[in-house]
Structures are given as structure tokens and as C-alpha cells.
């Protein structure tokens, strides 16, 4: 029987790169039944008064499974973020972001293969306690996290470095500074890494992390961090191997995944038929890969990486001329 998945197609670029996606898909016939949904400003626009409006939740309840393209959070309005809400509600507690090199891309490495486990939930970024004083002239935030969240991912990140035939993992922390939040992920990170003999533990504050990565990247394998540092991390990883249309990500909890891009909804590109489709193109082949189709998620990556090599009608950030429809046309004939 067919497996169901939430669409969310989202805004900006969104629709154009998961219809991409989709037609991608649709060629290799992985039994999926489409269940679409909206949320964000698309749902806002159809009259729903929150920007995760219960039908959505009710249909991610029922599959567990979304393949999700960028979501503009309306700012400053009293809405909440999609992504934060979507995350809490779904514990979806690992936020998986594998960087990988492309032969063809113009991007200043080109053997890297760096995957950033971000903690998904707790910390700066979860939005918690953010007040501004009636005068504007004290501004606060709340970062908590707690000693079951540290060991959660510090765990799936040495058990997926594990699965996959991993050297090392680096735990990315600011505890000199930080010395209660980061200070706890750090000394958990330093009890869990004793249970792994067979995977290498390195430790690094995140500032000089950010520089290694620039300078030595090839020294990292999976990087397991914070939240708020995570979002950072990745899209700095990212930029190492050619910019963020290429970057995929999964959010992962134990009932439910989502699969997404990991950039936004990019309005300064919207509506030109420019995006370029391979972040979700990639995050539907992190999906298969979940639900167990490696041999369909493989053909993706395959088709995805000769069309870049070959510079086939390839997207302007990419170097080329061509259109997300064209581009995602040089895809598909290298489906095989
Ligand atoms: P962005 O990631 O949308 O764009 C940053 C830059 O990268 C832009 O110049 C954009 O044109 C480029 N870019 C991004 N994706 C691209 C692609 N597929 N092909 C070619 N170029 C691409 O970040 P920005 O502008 O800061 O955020 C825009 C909106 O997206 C905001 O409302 C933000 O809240 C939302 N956002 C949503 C996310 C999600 O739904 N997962 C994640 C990050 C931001
Ligand atoms: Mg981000």
C-alpha cells in the first residue's frame, strides 16, 4: 500500500522548487500518496487565522511524514514562526543538514561532506521569553535547555555517525562564555562520547569552528551542536560547497520527520522561475532514504549531481542560464 505524505509547498520560491520535487518524483513512482496542506502565509491567505492552522497538524499527525518547501514567517505581526511552532509541536528534537561537494559547482571545496546535527528545540533560538521594556530600551531572551535534550541529540548524532560508517563527531559549544547552557551540553557531550569507542569525539567553541570551517574544513565529519548555533553552522556549510539551493535538511522526531530546504522562501527571487529546486529536490531523497528507498534516493542524488557536472541548463545561482523548469527538465533525463 501507498505511504501518505504531507505537502507543504510554502511561499516565495516554495511551490515552484517542491512542484520540482514532485515532477522528480513522479517519474520514479515510489508509492506515495500527496496529502497538501498550507501553512504560513499561504494558509493566512486562505483565511486561516493562524499561521499553522489544526488541518495541517491533523494531516502530519496522520502521515508522520512531510516533504515541506520554505515558509515566509510573517515578522512582526504577533505570528508565531512556522518552523519553531511545527518543530515543538512534532518534537521533531534532530535537525539533520548534510553538506556534501558537487563536482561542477563553483564553490571553494570540492571533496567536503560535513552533516550538522542541530538541536532543534531548546535554546536562544526556541523564541522563548523575548520582551522588549515599554520603552524600548531593554530587550531580553530566554535560552533553556535541559540535560534530556543534550543527551537526545548527542546521542542520535553519534548513533547516526555510527549507522553511516562515521569517523568523528565534533561537539560545537560556547561553554567558556555560556557556562550554563553550553556548559551542560558540553559535559553531557563528554558522558556520552565514553559510550562510542568506535567513533572519534573532538570539541570545539563555536567562533573558532566557524574559522576552521572556512580554513580546514576537511578536518570535520558530523558536527553536533545547539540550536541557534546549528542555523548558523549549516548555512556556513553550506556556502563551502556552492550556496544555500543546494543545502537539504530533515527534522527528525521519533513519530514524525519533515524534509525541507534549508534556506527560505527567497522573495527577492520569487515568481522568476529562477530558484534553484535542488535543496528539496535533495530533501525528497533524504525522505526515501527515511522511509526505505535508498536505491530511489540514490538515482536522485545521481541525476541531480550529473546535471550539475554536465552543466546542464542549471539555475543563475549555479553559474547558469537556465530555468527551475528547465533545470529540473536536465534531471529527469538523467534519472536513468
Ligand atoms: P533566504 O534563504 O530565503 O535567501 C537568502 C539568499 O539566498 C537570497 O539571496 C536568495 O535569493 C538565495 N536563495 C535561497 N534559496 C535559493 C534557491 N533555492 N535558489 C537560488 N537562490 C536561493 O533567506 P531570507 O531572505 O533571509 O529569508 C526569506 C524568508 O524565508 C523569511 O521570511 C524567513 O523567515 C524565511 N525562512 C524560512 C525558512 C524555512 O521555511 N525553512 C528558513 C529560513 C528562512
Ligand atoms: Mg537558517
Redesign the pocket.
Known amino acids: 500500500s501507498n505511504t501518505p505524505v504531507t505537502i507543504i509547498k510554502?511561499?516565495?520560491?516554495?511551490p515552484d522548487?517542491v512542484n520540482a520535487a514532485l515532477r522528480i518524483l513522479d517519474v520514479l513512482e515510489p508509492g506515495l500518496d500527496y496529502e497538501e496542506v498550507k501553512v504560513?502565509q499561504a494558509a493566512l491567505d486562505d483565511g486561516e487565522s493562524d499561521v499553522v492552522p489544526q488541518s495541517a497538524i491533523e494531516s502530519i499527525e496522520r502521515t508522520g511524514l512531510v516533504l515541506?518547501?520554505?515558509?515566509?514567517?510573517?515578522?512582526g505581526k504577533g505570528y508565531r514562526?512556522?518552523?519553531v511552532a511545527m518543530r515543538k509541536h512534532f518534537d521533531l528534537y534532530a535537525n539533520v543538514r548534510p553538506t556534501l561537494s558537487m563536482p561542477g559547482t563553483k564553490s571553494r571545496y570540492n571533496d567536503l561532506d560535513i552533516i550538522t546535527v542541530r538541536e532543534n528545540k531548546g535554546g536562544m533560538y526556541s523564541g522563548e521569553g523575548q520582551t522588549l521594556s515599554a520603552d524600548g530600551t531593554r530587550a531580553e531572551a530566554l535560552s533553556v535547555i535541559t540535560r534530556e535534550q543534550c543527551e537526545r541529540i548527542i546521542r542520535f548524532a553519534f548513533d547516526m555517525a555510527r549507522a553511516r560508517g562515521r569517523k568523528k563527531v565534533t561537539l560545537a559549544h560556547k561553554a567558556n562564555i555560556m557556562k550554563s547552557t553550553s556548559g551542560l551540553f558540553l559535559a553531557v557531550g563528554r558522558e556520552i562520547s565514553g559510550e562510542y569507542d568506535d567513533i572519534e569525539h573532538d570539541e570545539v567553541i563555536v567562533d573558532a569552528c566557524a574559522m576552521k570551517l572556512v580554513m580546514y574544513p576537511e578536518q570535520f565529519d558530523v558536527i553536533v551542536t545547539t540550536n541557534l548555533f546549528g542555523d548558523i553552522i549549516s548555512d556556513l556549510c553550506a556556502g563551502l560547497i556552492g550556496?544555500?539551493?543546494l543545502a537539504p535538511?530533515a527534522n527528525i522526531g521519533e513519530d514524525c520527520a519533515m524534509f525541507?530546504?534549508?534556506?527560505?522562501?527567497?522573495?527577492?527571487?520569487a515568481g522568476k522561475n529562477?530558484?534553484?529546486?535542488?535543496?528539496?529536490v535533495l530533501a525528497s531523497a533524504l525522505m526515501l532514504d527515511h522511509i526505505g528507498q535508498p536505491d530511489n534516493a540514490a538515482r536522485i542524488r545521481k541525476a541531480v549531481r550529473a546535471a550539475v557536472a554536465d552543466h546542464d541548463r542549471t539555475?543563475?545561482?549555479l553559474g547558469g542560464d537556465g530555468s527551475t523548469d528547465s533545470f529540473t527538465d536536465a534531471i529527469i533525463e538523467r534519472l536513468g
Not at 515541506?68 to 514567517?73: A, F, I
Open positions: 510554502g511561499d516565495g520560491i516554495g522548487i504560513g515541506k518547501g520554505p515558509v515566509t514567517t510573517p515578522s514562526s512556522v518552523n550556496g544555500l539551493g535538511g525541507e530546504a534549508v534556506h527560505g522562501s527567497a522573495p527577492d527571487i529562477i530558484a534553484n529546486p535542488i535543496s528539496v539555475t543563475p545561482d
